[in-house]
């Protein structure tokens, strides 16, 4: 029978200690894995983002380039001119769907009693935009501001204006007005002329 104080003799676990190694070294191998394919794939995305910029960069530069050489064949002079032609053509769509009829309508229900109609005459700004020129004639300045507001009251004119005020011999005072105007079509009336423009009321101007 053999006796012995184990207490004093070293004991080891040789298998334990193997697994516990190849548990480490599989798990490190593992981690160096996953780290590896996480570089290789930034590097691949790396490499894809430059290539597109590199592409988008190449197309921009060649953007500018065509539009230099474009801005270089256009000539000034062609370019105002066909800035007139675009300003003529909203003048002919403007008078087009213009409708004298529902302008004298509006103008003579604002028209004050002691303020008289001279003339009218559409027009359109740089932009293209409608606007009416209307010569009064007035006794008071008073009048002319009473007939501007009421103007602006029916919703269809805006940023009515006097350009000019002389006064006449008799002591009258000739006004030129001038304002946005929002025209609006509406049926042919009887009272129009064949080129679709009422007869305007008895001395009153209508020039276009």
């Known amino acids: 029978m053999l006796r012995g ?21 599989a798990a490190a ?16 995305q790396g490499a894809m983002l430059a290539e597109r910029i590199r592409t988008e960069g190449m197309a921009a530069e060649a953007a500018r380039n065509e539009a230099q050489a474009l801005r270089a064949t256009l000539n000034p002079a062609d370019i105002a001119t066909a800035s007139q032609a675009a300003t003529e053509a909203n003048l002919l769509i403007a008078q087009r769907t ?22 009218v005459q559409p027009q359109t700004d ?23 507001d009421r103007l602006e009251a ?33 049926p042919a009336s009887p009272a129009s002329d064949p080129a679709g423009a009422p007869v305007p009321p008895r001395g009153v101007e209508a020039s276009r």
Do not use: C, M
């Open 5 to 25: 104080n184990l207490a004093t003799r070293p004991f080891y676990n040789e298998r334990l200690v193997r697994v516990v190694l190849i548990g480490a070294l």
């Open 126 to 148: 740089d932009d293209g935009r409608l606007l009416v020129a209307l010569t009064v004639v007035s006794r008071r300045i008073e009048d002319l501001d009473t007939f501007i």
């Open 98 to 119: 213009f409708s004298w009829t529902t302008l004298f309508s509006r103008v003579e229900s604002t028209l004050p009693g002691d303020v008289r109609l001279i003339q």
């Open 154 to 186: 029916t919703g269809a004119f805006r940023g009515v204006l006097s350009r000019t005020d002389d006064t006449l011999e008799d002591g009258t005072i000739e006004s030129r007005l001038q304002g946005y105007y929002v025209a609006t079509a509406s």
């Open 29 to 44: 191998a593992a981690w160096a894995a996953v780290n590896l394919a996480t570089v290789v794939s930034l590097s691949q």
